[in-house]
């Protein structure tokens, strides 16, 4: 369980630093390798919406662009199931306000 200093507003930016930047197959090999991982966890990618990811029991949703994620969570144990999923194979910075998603200030 993390321990978390900041005001409950359901928004939190994370992102991944592990990437394989200029290949033209990296998009699509990175999404394959982080579909396979989170499907077993119970996270799956919207069938209508590009880059939207779901779970199957739990009131999270995530989007995913490049490399980061845009997370809407309702309590604290959604959101750190889901970061303690991704930091077990990626390295991971968070912005708890949510204000940096996709690079934007």
């Known amino acids: ?7 409950h507003n359901g928004k ?7 990437g394989m ?10 999404y394959r390798d982080l579909k396979r991982y989170l499907l ?3 996270y799956y990618p919207s ?7 779901h779970h199957k029991s739990k009131p999270i949703m995530f989007t995913l ?12 144990p959604e959101i750190d199931h889901l970061i303690n999923i991704v930091k077990q194979k990626y390295k ?9 998603y996709k690079s934007i200030e």
């Open 65 to 76: 662009v490049v490399d980061d994620f845009g997370i809407k969570y309702n309590n604290v």
């Open 21 to 30: 930047y200029g290949l033209l197959q990296a998009g699509l090999i990175a």
């Open 47 to 53: 069938d209508t919406t590009v880059g939207l990811w």
């Open 12 to 18: 939190v930016y994370a992102e991944v630093q592990k």
């Open 1 to 7: 369980m993390f321990k978390h200093d900041f005001s």
């Open 40 to 42: 077993p966890h119970g």
């Open 92 to 100: 991971v910075s968070m912005d708890w306000t949510g204000g940096t």
